[in-house]
């Protein structure tokens, strides 16, 4: 439910400007035919009104309501049946009456595309019919030069305040793209890549190594003792020393590296443009990071202390494809596992394929 009353309000707020504009400029129009005709002062005081207030009352309106979307759908609908009585008060007089509906045509399209303009469109003709019933004004079509500068301003500036309204949804919408692409790929509890996301970055460096014959190296962690933390002190625990690890792993890594989770405690690193001696040299460091990291932690948890363990794969040609790199790096691993943990092997190409 608040999701549906923030974008409702949304809606509404976005056409608070458009609408406030409109109504004001349509007031030229208006009044520029208005004055040649005898109007009494309650038609004065109604356009007057409906231009100066109808604005913040149908924003008020929706913000208000427990469904705002439709309530600003039925905002539009009333400016529709509005033109179109205006319309019928100015005897139909042919530019400002076309100015009037047009441009509440163009906010039913805008807002609901054609299913909406129609019923826009019996909106208007029901303002129409009920200015005909109710004023009984005379029908002249013929507008004037002054009734023509009077309506330049409606012509001109209104479709330069829908245009504002679009790019600002546009920027939103476009946000929002690069918001959900980067949730598409990130691991929601880590903020590295997610299994997908790496696993496609993999193949495209798997394909540049293969082309060019570049270095890279390809790193499988697997983190020591993870399992007690949660067990001990509970998966709470467990989840913010994920985090904590991996906020040390983005740290310690460089721009051009891309670290990925796997889930659970397993992770992959790609190093691209780098041999399997440098890759050792940083899970070094990482292994030292994170002791310090550790050493100042809980006093309740200075007898569980997790380490990592990894396995390394330099890019080999003879690897047939991503898979076959994956694992020789899981075979390394699984090397530095069985011989005490806390290790980092790295795998010789020529014993995977045999």
Known sequence: MPDVLTRGRGFARRLWLPRAVGLLLSLSCIVSVQITQPVSIGLWILLLTNALLWSPLAYWRAVRARDPYRTELGNLLLDCGSAGFWAASMGFNLLPSVTLLAMT?????????????????????????????VLRHPVAIQTSTAQIYACLPMIVAYPWALGLVSFRLAQQLSRRKQELELISKQDGMTGLHNRTHWDQLLQREFARCKRSGAEASLLMIDLDNFKLINDRFGHQAGDEM??????????????????????GDEFGILLPDTSPERALDLIRRLQQRLHEMQAGGPGDRQNVRVGLSCGIAGFDRTYDDVAHWLQAADFALYRAKAQGRGRAEVADPQGVLA
């Open 242 to 263: 994920l985090r904590q690890f991996s906020g040390l792993l983005a740290r310690t890594i460089r721009a051009s590296d891309l670290a990925g989770r796997f889930g």
């Open 105 to 133: 045509g163009m906010n039913m399209l805008g807002a609901g595309g054609l299913a909406f303009w129609r019923r826009g469109l019996l909106a208007q003709l029901a303002g129409i019919l009920v200015g005909l019933v």
